[in-house]
């Protein structure tokens, strides 16, 4: 049993997070492991009037009832209560009047998730996996907003509610044909239905507005992957999917006017498209591999996947695609261990995406997965987040990247390694509305720097700092960012019988329009 306690303040907030996690495994008997946490999370404001508490629950469970069966169950459930203000904003719209308004957002939500999964082994060469999973959630939003006026308070409200589901299943086999060939095969079916309902009330409660949303998303896919061992310096890979999506809405507007309106707006989007995949691998010699991999994909209506994600060791970049989706790419790839101490990687890629969009609100499908899977995982100790993680997820409803660099890794001393890495990108919106703009958060010049240290009495530090050019965080290219320094600094620390872990960070040391955050975690193991 893990019990943890983490702080960390910024300008804007401050932060605590206990927490408590315990996992065990038994093997008497039927084989059997289990993993459950416990997470409180509090907010407390500062220069930004951001209220908020947050639990999290997780729950996994895994069990081997034969050496051939293997069983999984993986829950996770999320809610949370948020405070946006009362802010002062000032003078806006009505400035005529010499009016200044105050506003207040309350939000609060609940999301829960569960997948089941098995996997058989059939022989040691042929082995078959299945997954299901289910989530739903029911957030509701209310915001005041107010201003003083010499005949009474001037108040506009509104009441936002979402309840969104989704539903996936998901099938695979792999089996080894022969020495050269192992095929992979699978389906999987998707669907997200989302309700939202809107309410608008004008000044002193004369009329409103009611919406009402139902979106739904479906996807199918069929897919094969072949895995050829040509020889012992070339490897290829051949993917072939038939990927169908759609996606219904029917959105209806009521306005208490005079005469009363009533507005109705029905969607569809249809996209059926077979997607193939090629790459291969060639180890040229002397510690240096290249790869190449061609890719076509659309991002369906579930979370994750069973199907291949990478192509010959190149993964799919699902960072610019929402679901709905597609997204096509060329990359070249050289990784190059040049001696014990030195490893290098080159790359040159091409990559376009055309996410859903509709002429009403924009982009798609742009929320978030909150599963966090990557609970289960084991924890990293040194890195800090990869170099071409992106600061925020863009939002655009179509665009190219073209994208060339390389990254340095050495190892020092016996203590100490380093690297550097520096990519320049062009990037383009190329959708109707916004052609020729950069697509959000895609700097043109991007430099690493990075130091890692690891001291005999169990002490791991790392640094980071990137350097970006100037860039834009929005689809207009209305939120210009200028260009600057990052630094992140992480240092952690376990004592000799590994029950006491402490850790230190500290995060935007060099970013000028964003708050410095400092933090500590604390975790007693029992």
């Not at 943890?4 to 996992?23: I, L």
């Not at 079916?189 to 009402?212: A, C, P, V, W």
């Not at 040194?382 to 939002?395: F, G, S, V, Y």
Request: hydrophobic share 35%; with cysteine; aromatic share 12%.
């Amino acid at each position: 049993m893990n019990v943890g306690a983490r702080y960390n303040t910024s300008r804007d907030f401050s932060m605590t997070e206990p927490t408590v996690t315990a996992n065990g495994y038994t093997n008497s008997g039927v084989p059997f492991a289990w993993f459950a946490e416990v997470i409180r999370t509090d907010t407390r404001p500062d220069q930004v009037m951001f209220d908020a508490a947050a639990n999290t629950y997780t729950l996994a469970l895994g069990a081997r009832p034969t050496y051939e069966l293997g069983l999984f169950a993986y829950a996770n459930a999320f809610d949370s209560n948020i405070v946006l203000g009362p802010d002062v904003l000032g003078r806006d719209a009505l400035n005529s009047f010499g009016l200044d308004s105050t506003y207040l957002q309350r939000v609060n939500g609940r999301n829960q998730r569960l997948d089941l999964g098995a996997h058989y082994r059939f022989s040691p060469q042929s082995q078959t996996w299945l997954k299901i999973g289910t989530g739903n959630e029911t957030s509701t939003q209310n915001s005041v907003r107010t201003w003083a006026t010499p005949y009474g308070p001037l108040t506009n409200k509104s009441n936002f509610k979402t309840t969104p589901e989704q539903r996936d299943i998901q099938f695979r086999h792999t089996f080894v044909a022969n020495e050269q060939h192992e095929l992979s095969w699978g389906a999987e079916y998707g669907r997200m239905e989302k309700d939202q309902t809107s309410i608008k009330e004008s000044f002193y409660y004369i009329g409103s507005d009611l919406l009402n949303q139902r979106d739904i998303d479906r996807s199918h896919d069929l897919w094969l992957s072949d895995r050829f061992s040509v020889n012992e310096r070339l490897n290829l890979q051949g993917d072939l999917a038939w990927q169908y999506y759609t996606k219904t809405r029917d959105i209806n507007i009521y306005r208490e006017s005079v005469p009363p309106l009533t507005q109705i707006f029905p969607e569809s989007y249809d996209r059926s498209f077979i997607a193939p995949r090629l790459g291969a691998t060639y180890a040229i010699g002397g510690g240096a591999t290249l790869r190449g991999a061609y890719q076509k994909w659309l991002r369906p209506a579930s979370y994750n996947s069973l199907a291949p994600v990478a192509t010959a060791g190149i993964p799919i970049d699902d960072s610019l695609v929402y679901s709905g989706g597609t997204f096509s790419r060329f990359r070249g790839q050289l990784d190059w261990e040049m001696s014990h101490e030195w490893f290098m990687t080159a790359f040159a890629d091409r990559r376009k995406v055309d996410n859903l969009s509709s002429p009403l609100d924009g982009v798609l499908n742009t929320r978030a997965d909150v599963t966090n899977l990557e609970r289960l995982r084991q924890q990293s100790v040194a890195n800090l987040a990869a170099p071409d993680q992106l600061e925020a997820t863009p939002i655009f409803a179509r665009g190219a990247a073209t994208s060339g660099g390389f990254s340095l890794n050495h190892v020092l001393t016996r203590n100490l390694a380093g690297y550097f890495g520096y990519a320049n990108t062009h990037s383009e919106n190329t959708g109707a509305a916004f052609g020729g703009k950069d697509i959000p958060y895609l700097p043109k010049h991007r430099a690493t720097l990075g130091l890692t240290w690891a001291g005999d009495q169990r002490t791991i530090v790392s640094a980071q700092t990137v350097w970006r050019s100037a860039r834009f965080g929005d689809e207009a290219n209305l939120l210009p960012l200028s260009s600057g320094w990052d630094m992140t600094l992480k240092l952690r620390w376990e004592s000799q019988d590994k029950c006491w872990n402490v850790e230190g960070y500290a995060a935007n040391l060099l970013k000028h329009d964003t708050g410095n955050l400092v933090g500590a975690n604390l975790v007693a193991k029992f």
